[in-house]
């Protein structure tokens, strides 16, 4: 008997505890978390769509003159899009070589301000995944 009201008194003191202090939003009061795309209510967007973004890129980016005739792929970036719409920690998760990380990161670099993503009418920092076809 001692045992099952000892098991009943964890379990009320777990569940007392354990309760949120946040009763009006379920956003966390982190200013600074990053959430993923498919977490948030409205995405982030360039100025123009994915599209103009790619013309950006296409328009801006330079292959680097030490690549062989034939390297062709992908070159997969990641980087945060903060509150006021800039891009931060940019990072190349694949990377082909001869250097084009570096100008994939300087091309994003040249990116303006993007629209950020929102969770629940408030801004909100938003990781973002892109790849840019090397041709």
Request: proline share 6%.
């Amino acid at each position: 008997m001692k045992k099952f009201l000892i098991l009943i008194l964890i379990c009320i003191t777990q569940n007392t505890f354990c309760q949120s202090k946040n009763t009006k939003t379920n956003i966390p009061d982190d200013e600074d978390m990053v959430y993923n795309t498919a977490g948030i209510d409205i995405k982030p967007e360039y100025p123009g769509g994915l599209n103009e973004f790619y013309k950006l890129i296409a328009q801006n980016y330079v292959t680097p003159k030490e690549k062989p005739v034939n390297v062709k792929g992908k070159v997969v970036a990641t980087f945060i899009i903060e509150k006021d719409g800039s891009l931060n920690e940019i990072r190349i998760i694949k990377d082909v070589g001869f250097n084009t990380a570096n100008e994939a990161i300087r091309v994003l670099n040249l990116s303006p301000k993007w629209s950020p993503g929102k969770l629940q009418g408030k801004e909100v920092r938003v990781l973002y995944a892109i790849p840019i076809t090397i041709n």
